[in-house]
């Protein structure tokens, strides 16, 4: 009896990882379909991808709600409750990322009509493919359970953190030449940060595998800092809050 | 195009043997009278199922069948290598899936998927009800067939567009001329329609060309300076680069190096490569061109810093009238055969031309001709 509920828990574990792993692939396929439209201005598929984000709203919540739901029935524990708390925290990255994959479709609809320069084109295609990358490895390291994988996403993040930089270089020069308006300017600042978000969301889900796979958590280096500046009677330093008066 | 009616017969006896293989362990239901006669019969069952399966991963569809519980019963070797990347894969075959349910429910079902990649693909995803054996689903990639569709439909929006454009320009030009006796305004339509008429006369040229090329079976092959091609091919553009102000370069190139290879063919291609690598370059812009020996024959490199390529239209850039940026092409003056020619040049001499390109930050062509047999004279 008890082997059984087990292998029904660990069914509806698979379960959920694997509709987790088709949300993820669904977004990754996304990002060179999004640059793509971005590019060429392909109002159809903007619209396509944009009223696609339901789906994925819709499919995000039930997997939410199975995975409280094996929560309050199947009360797992140790590696078992590390998957269900990481799943449930990777969920909320994959539906952001596909908000902001819709972003572009967005703001693809926003410049429609306005030529780019090949410098700006150039740096955007390179963009979606470096966020496609770090999905691509975020997915690997999850199917995986692949912690060192998961751990070279954030490096592989810089690349991409350094390219909006680039970008935004770009953007300036192609402004000041005259041949973007400030509009397009803004609007493609703001494309840009959404390609840097959608890698900033790759990297979580590569910290949360790690989390599963080791129990590592980021927030550990900052909460070991803190406690390290206790005092010898354990008492540990509170933030001062300026007082308006001063 | 697979035999895919053939699949539901075959997953349907494969199921069935499936099936048959495990009644024959049964308690209930004996199918043989004494053990070896039961264990014969096994043996051959095991043996048409072995077969049935070599025969399903022998097939280059994809192929999984399901029982009626949903579960997974036989995957071919194609159902497991149908998507690509692994995203590619799990895209597919939730496909798959859901298809499968839907054919459990008793419907017919097909899909196209497309996947962006890369590499970009496109798959059918097809399924079909199987009554009591449960259900069978088909993965047919047919990329190759979609591209080539569009290869054909882009074929024919793009030369009648090339041809139409400037005779119908000269048609109007003609017409106006005609009412107009202003000695000024006859001068500037007269102007326009020489420019209109070269440029037909520049389409018809190249489509002759790339008509010789292709036709031309045998290579006129002869030792060819590689260093004096590549001299003839810039200085041939250099009023088109002086134009733009756009430097073109002759690398090293090692002395005496020779390829055995139709002259006038090769001083075409690489002609054709120069004169887009100028005229896709920024004004001020940069144009090296340069060869070295590789493996029995010669490669030539192309390289700008002009305004690049889509990666999107890469592998489309050397079909026949085919325009990156159709607005900006009249402008430039070229026909859109450019670099077909090259490509058949290429082929004909059994060599290989691949590009690599950023946009806005130029491209590279690489051009590898292999030495031929020169004949004995």
Not at chain 2, 195 to 223: F, P, Q, T, W, Y
Request: hydrophobic fraction near 45%.
């Amino acid at each position: 009896m008890m082997n059984e509920l087990r292998k029904s828990f660990h069914n509806e574990l698979e379960d959920v990882r694997s509709e987790l792993v088709h949300l993820a692939a669904f977004v990754t396929e996304s990002i060179p379909r999004a640059t793509n439209i971005l590019l060429t201005g392909d109002l159809e598929g903007a619209d396509y991808i944009i009223s696609g984000d339901d789906e994925i709203d819709a499919r995000s919540l039930d997997l939410e709600e199975r995975c409280v739901q094996i929560l309050a029935l199947q009360a797992p524990v140790a590696g078992d409750l590390r998957q269900v708390i990481a799943a449930l925290k990777m969920i909320a990255e994959v539906e952001r990322s596909a908000d902001l994959v819709c972003n572009i479709c967005k703001a693809a609809r926003r410049i429609y009509g306005h030529a780019l320069d090949p410098s700006l084109r150039g740096i955007i295609t390179r963009m979606g493919e470096q966020a496609q990358q770090l999905y691509i490895a975020a997915i690997e390291s999850f199917v995986e359970n692949d912690a060192a994988k998961a751990a070279a996403i954030d490096d592989m993040d810089n690349y991409l953190d350094a390219l909006q930089k680039q970008f935004v270089q770009a953007i300036f020069e192609s402004h000041s030449a005259g041949h973007i308006d400030l509009q397009v300017a803004v609007q493609l600042a703001v494309v840009a940060r959404f390609y840097e978000r959608i890698g900033d969301h790759a990297v979580n889900i590569g910290e949360r595998v790690r989390f599963v796979v080791t129990g590592w958590l980021p927030e550990h280096k900052g909460a070991a800092r803190y406690r390290s500046r206790a005092d010898d009677t354990g008492e540990l330093p509170r933030q001062q809050i300026p007082d308006a008066g001063d | 195009m697979t035999a895919l009616w053939l699949v539901p017969a075959l997953a349907a006896a494969l199921v069935m043997g499936v099936l048959l293989g495990r009644r024959s362990h049964g308690d209930n239901a004996p199918i043989a009278d004494t053990d070896s006669d039961a264990e014969r019969a096994t043996s051959e069952l095991r043996e048409r199922a072995d077969r049935l399966q070599a025969a399903l991963d022998a097939m280059p569809n994809g192929v999984i069948i399901a029982g009626r519980d949903g579960r997974v019963l036989v995957r071919n070797a194609a159902a497991d290598e149908s998507g690509g990347d692994a995203h590619n894969e799990v895209l597919v075959q939730a496909a798959v899936q859901h298809h499968l349910r839907g054919a459990l429910r008793g419907e017919q079902r097909s899909q196209t998927v497309e996947l962006y990649g890369p590499p970009r693909r496109v798959v059918i995803v097809h399924a079909k009800p199987l009554g009591a054996a449960g259900a069978v689903a088909t993965i047919e990639d047919v990329t190759e067939r979609s591209r080539l569709d569009a290869v054909r439909t882009d074929f024919v929006a793009n030369i009648s567009h090339e041809l139409k454009t400037p005779i119908g320009a000269l048609a109007v030009l003609a017409e106006t001329l005609i009412d107009e006796s202003d000695p000024v305004v006859i001068s500037r339509l007269a102007n326009k329609t020489v420019n209109e008429a070269h440029r037909v006369a520049k389409i018809i040229d190249d489509l002759l060309e790339l008509s010789r090329i292709e036709l031309s079976g045998d290579l006129v092959v002869a030792s060819v300076d590689v260093g004096a091609l590549i001299n003839e091919a810039s200085s041939r553009n250099s009023y088109a680069a002086g134009q733009r102000n756009v430097t073109v370069c002759v690398g090293e190139i090692p002395s005496g190096l020779h390829v055995n290879a139709d002259q006038a063919q090769l001083a075409s291609a690489l002609g054709n490569l120069v004169d887009n690598a100028v005229k896709y370059s920024d004004v001020g812009g940069k144009v090296t061109v340069t060869a070295f020996p590789e493996s029995q024959g010669v490669t030539f490199l192309v390289t700008d810093s002009g305004i690049g390529i889509p990666s999107h239209d890469l592998d489309r850039i050397f079909e026949r009238f085919y325009r990156v940026d159709r607005a900006r092409s009249r402008g430039t003056g070229g026909t859109g055969l450019g670099l077909s020619i090259v490509r058949h040049v290429v082929s004909n001499h059994g060599g290989a031309v691949t590009v690599e390109s950023r946009e806005g930050e130029g491209s590279t062509f690489r051009l590898y001709i292999p030495d031929r047999p020169v004949p004995a004279s």
